[in-house]
């Protein structure tokens, strides 16, 4: 779960993390009286939305202006201006694709007179099971590509679970920073906070991009980004009330409101597995034989009718799917069950594009007597190469 600038940085100061005061603006009639709190000369203006590049993109709607997401107000009136043309516009960055995302939430902060941009990160490395730490001299800018073209800027190293943070990791990262003098006490403090603030909360991803040295020699975070750890959630009440569903895509809201595993794809052919692995696979046959997976979707061990019904609800809402692929192995439930369950969907959903169901496991042969002599446009599968090729054929004609 990915939550907002301005609620990573409430969470940055309870940790006591040097943050810019600033306040989160809902409605345009309150963008004035929240900048007039501040005490400026200068105000920032952000964009509160779940991607990155906010000051590289623009708005869809030409009455909220030429400039992107991120502004500099030089005065009360400009920052309120600034915040009304944004609030309710949709803003596309490098990360939210052609479709953009809608502003609903506005955070206007002190501005800060900054005389270096630095980036500083902490994640899950996969590849250890351990806490990593990610820094570079080269803040501001994509780590992706300061990783492609200057390599040599990136430092990274783990932290041993056993042993845990030290103060040397704290210095490490300092050195690879470039600090000197009281930064680097500074720093060897920010990382033990942050670091803190990662373990506690459960998170798998936190960023700070820029971590800026102040013209004043201090250090502060100028923006935040934390991802959480959907599965400790119930551990977290106060992070998962700060959820915000306006940013997540409606199907995929939906489908964890049933304990479906869904993410939307940009492809033409809906998928409905039971198995993560499974699941992979099948989106690799279908592109094997030339098309492309609309969905990656994980129904779970247990693919009930009420399960198998919401799946399908979630694949046609999705305009771009042209055909389903169902690939069940049917080793808990037996396969009759589940295309009894299948067909049951099909009637209540309705379907008006092409279905193709591959059944492997327990009663195997039953499963697909009963979607053979069903009646509906539904067509059974031998194997998995079968089950892809007949349903690309059916989607490309």
Not at 12 to 23: A, C, I, K, M, T
Not at 164 to 180: I, M
Not at 306 to 322: G, H, L, M, Q, Y
Request: aromatic share 6%.
């Amino acid at each position: 779960m990915n939550i907002h600038e301005y609620q990573a940085k409430a969470l940055l100061r309870q940790y006591g993390v040097p943050v810019s005061d600033g306040r989160v603006v809902l409605r345009a009639e309150e963008a004035k009286t929240a900048a007039g709190e501040l005490d400026g000369p200068l105000w920032v203006v952000k964009a509160q939305i779940h991607a990155g590049g906010r000051g590289k993109g623009h708005f869809v709607e030409p009455e909220a202006g030429e400039k992107g997401g991120v502004r500099l107000a030089r005065s009360v009136e400009e920052a309120d201006q600034f915040a009304r043309q944004m609030l309710g516009r949709t803003l596309v960055t490098i990360q939210t694709g052609p479709a953009g995302k809608q502003v609903n939430r506005i955070y206007i902060e002190d501005g800060s007179d900054i005389a270096r941009e630095l980036y500083l990160a902490i994640l899950i490395d996969r590849q250890s099971s351990r806490i990593s730490f990610v820094a570079s001299t080269e803040g501001g800018m994509s780590i992706e590509d300061v990783a492609h073209d200057t390599p040599e800027k990136i430092v990274s190293f783990s932290v041993d679970p056993a042993s845990g943070l030290s103060d040397f990791h704290g210095r490490r990262v300092a050195f690879a920073l470039g600090l000197e003098g009281a930064q680097v006490k500074q720093c060897v403090a920010l990382v033990k906070n942050l670091y803190r603030l990662f373990v506690e909360k459960d998170m798998d991803m936190l960023e700070i991009n820029p971590l800026v040295v102040m013209t004043d020699g201090n250090l502060k975070c100028l923006d935040a980004k934390m991802g959480f750890d959907g599965n400790a959630l119930y551990r977290h009440a106060d992070i998962a009330a700060l959820r915000d569903e306006s940013e997540e895509d409606p199907k995929e809201l939906a489908a964890s409101k049933f304990d479906l595993n869904y993410i939307a794809l940009d492809g033409e052919i809906g998928c409905m597995v039971n198995g993560a692995g499974l699941a992979m696979a099948t989106m690799d046959i279908i592109k094997l034989y030339g098309a492309e997976p609309a969905n990656f979707l994980d129904v779970g061990g247990g693919a009930t009718k009420e399960k198998v019904t919401e799946a399908f609800k979630i694949i046609t809402s999705d305009p771009n799917v042209k055909g389903i692929l169902v690939n069940i192995f049917g080793g808990i439930m037996r396969c009759d069950i589940i295309a009894e369950g299948v067909l049951a969907a099909v009637k209540e959903v309705g379907l008006k594009v092409p279905l193709v169901v591959r059944l492997e496991g327990t009663n195997v042969d039953l499963g697909k007597k009963i979607i053979n002599e069903s009646g509906l446009n539904v067509i059974a599968a031998d194997n998995l190469s079968d089950a892809a090729q007949k349903i690309v054929k059916a989607v490309k004609g």
